[in-house]
């Protein structure tokens, strides 16, 4: 793990307008800067830049956030994965938490791996280019399969000599270990002596989504039915068959542009696809997909689409993984090929706009898929259709029903009329799947009651989405924003507007269970660091719920109408004080709160109280709060009258 001050000099080094400025070109406008969004395609600039704000937002698509957010957006990459990008930007060496020996070594390991895979893969790729037997023997292959030059260095494929062990020689003359080279797959030891893994063999070299070679698929040229076809790395420290996509790093930026990722087999049906014009399309590399696949997809986009062919080890590949697709929230298509036809062999021989038509017109969803294929196995098998109902219905528990409620709906009417079974009992039956997998999380303890102590900025992650706000909950973000947005700035008075707030709100006044976490980290932070926390510091919570609403607390507000100033000489109050004024704003709805929570319980007093003397006193205090109460009404207006509604 990046320890929290990397983090945190990353944060106050990278400066949003010249990162953003590395991929779109940015015009002063203003305070801010604007662009042509690189999100969405546009004609005219919506999308804003604040250089003092670090943080950007589109008005026409909606994406904003900070420097860090801007990165992992375009660039797709996680978090940590951002952070190193800004590192190698701004060179700054990251320092790593504590870690223990296990995990120096396993890094230690990774890296060396990392570096090798790279240096064989360069190795492989100039052999295939540039030497004699590369051009004789493996270029050959390639063009053979109509690959073009550009796409063979794009996807980086290489070509291992198939004499001499010429690359273990290579690999030691450049001061590589035998052992490590034995670890990456790339030579073998067999009594003894060590010889080269992929002789004779083309090289496909598999990368991770930032572009590190992970490991390779290698291919047999001559005919030897000794020999396996392909070979590929085995499992070490970098090489994780279960994570590893093949295309991932080519296709990525396609993929989240176009909202929707291909799946495919094999490695030259991506390569052929890419060539064709198709970006978006991964292969999963022969193994069923599998959790962490899905995950890897699932930050580029939830629309996932597998082209399969129609033999039967076709069908039984797509059928794999896809209740874990939909439990993952994916919604999933299938694309049966023409008969005969694979990816690779039918974009080539139809060309991409066929492909489109084809895709577009054929596109199945899961459950009736599921229920195509097994219906034809059924056939009047009475048991065997019960446990074809069974399955349907599993399948259409696991969809999001909060998320897509219309969509169950649709499947349970679709299958009862296609199984011939009831419609009702079908949804009893879902329904039950249902309840088992809620009292199974249940069992599993998953916690639900509120932490008192203060929290960590993890713990802010695991805190569950935040729905739609309502008025008190707006209220509070306010204040939060204040905080966040003004905290260091001066109040009479006061040390500042943090010490105002601290002082004059009480924290038990929060509804919401979020806005009070981060209330608390914001104060934790100043204690421990005696530092206001930046913006970034909130922003970079790795929960995308709540980094929204915060992202969205920080919007540009004095940019939508750039004109204002200039046509109608209104200036937007982004005036020196007027924090001063969102202060007191944001604090009166507390004030408020507290006046009235006082006054319920003077009132609940007085009510049983007998005792004349404390009745008068309590009386008199019952009218100080309303006075205090009509004041913060006469000052603040809107924002009381919205609580007052709720009395
Ligand atoms: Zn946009």
Not at 236 to 252: A, F, H, P, T, W
Not at 317 to 344: C, H, I, T, W, Y
Not at 428 to 443: A, G, P, S, T, Y
Not at 495 to 521: G, I
Request: aromatic letters at 10%; charged letters at 25%; hydrophobic letters at 35%.
């Amino acid at each position: 793990m990046i320890a929290q001050h990397s983090i945190q000099e990353v944060l106050n080094r990278a400066d949003v307008i010249e990162i953003v400025g590395q991929f779109v070109r940015l015009k002063k406008r203003g305070a801010n800067h604007i662009a042509n969004c690189p999100f969405h395609s546009e004609k005219t600039p919506s999308f804003y830049v604040s250089g003092a704000k670090g943080i950007y937002k589109c008005f026409g698509c909606g994406k904003g956030g900070n420097v860090v957010t801007f990165i992992q957006e375009h660039e797709k990459l996680t978090y940590p994965e951002a952070i190193r990008w800004l590192a190698d930007y701004y060179k700054i060496a990251l320092e790593e938490t504590e870690r223990t020996p296990e995990q120096i070594v396993q890094q230690q390991s990774e890296e060396s791996l990392r570096i090798l895979n790279e240096f064989a893969a360069r190795y492989f790729h100039e052999t295939l280019l540039s030497t004699e037997e590369g051009k004789a023997v493996g270029l050959p292959y390639f063009k053979q399969r109509g690959f073009r030059k550009d796409i063979i260095e794009k996807f980086l494929l290489g070509y291992n000599p198939e004499h001499h062990n010429e690359f273990l020689q290579h690999a030691t003359q450049n001061g590589y270990q035998k052992d490590l080279l034995e670890k990456a797959g790339l030579v073998k030891n067999r009594s003894g002596i060590y010889h080269d893994v992929y002789r004779g063999r083309v090289i496909f070299p598999i990368q991770s989504m930032t572009g590190r070679v992970l490991g390779f698929g290698a291919r047999i040229l001559r005919s030897n039915e000794k020999a396996p076809k392909y070979i590929n790395t085995p499992e070490n420290e970098l090489y994780i068959k279960s994570r590893v996509l093949y295309g991932i790093y080519q296709s990525r930026q396609a993929i989240g542009k176009l909202d929707e990722c291909f799946l495919v087999e094999g490695y030259t049906d991506v390569i052929s696809l890419h060539q064709g014009g198709v970006e978006n399309v991964v292969a999963s590399s022969g193994t069923s997909l599998t959790e962490d696949q899905l995950r890897v997809v699932g930050h580029l986009t939830k629309n996932l689409t597998i082209l399969y062919d129609g033999d039967a080890a076709g069908v039984k590949a797509a059928l794999r993984g896809l209740d874990m697709a939909l439990a993952q929230s994916f919604n999933v298509k299938l694309v049966l090929l023409p008969e005969g036809e694979d990816p690779d062999s039918f974009i080539q021989n139809s060309g991409v706009a066929k492909f489109h038509e084809y895709v577009k017109e054929k596109k199945q969803d899961v459950i009736s898929f599921r229920l195509e294929v097994g219906m034809k196995e059924v056939g009047s098998d009475p048991v065997a259709k019960s446990k074809l109902v069974n399955e349907i219905a599993e399948s259409i528990s696991k969809i999001n029903k909060a998320e897509d409620f219309a969509l169950q709906d649709h499947y349970v009417r679709e299958a009862s009329r296609k199984l011939a079974v009831d419609e009702s009992g079908l949804i009893n039956l879902v329904n039950k799947f249902i309840r088992e997998r809620v009292e199974q999380d249940r069992r599993h303890g998953r916690r639900d009651t509120l932490e008192t102590e203060v929290p960590t900025p993890e713990q802010i992650v695991e805190q569950p989405e935040i729905t739609a706000a309502t008025t008190e909950e707006q209220q509070e973000w306010e204040l939060i924003r204040v905080l966040i947005e003004h905290g260091e700035k001066l109040y009479e008075g006061y040390q500042n507007v943090a010490d105002l707030v601290h002082q004059r709100v009480d924290p038990d006044l929060f509804e919401s269970v979020a806005t009070r976490k981060v209330y608390d980290s914001y104060f934790n932070y100043l204690n421990d660091y005696q530092a206001f926390p930046q913006i970034s510091f909130f922003t970079n919570f790795a929960d995308t719920a709540l980094q929204h609403t915060l992202t969205s607390l920080f919007q540009i507000r004095n940019e939508i109408s750039p004109n204002w100033s200039e046509n109608y000489g209104i200036e937007t109050l982004s005036g020196d004080l007027n924090y001063m004024n969102e202060a007191d704003s944001a604090l009166s709805y507390f004030e408020l709160k507290k006046i009235m929570k006082m006054q319920d319980e003077l009132v609940k007093r007085f009510n049983s109280e007998t005792d004349l003397h404390k009745i008068t006193v309590m009386q008199q205090k019952i009218i100080e709060l309303k006075k205090a109460e009509a004041e913060i009404i006469r000052k603040h207006g809107t924002v009381v009258l919205k609580i007052w509604g709720k009395r």
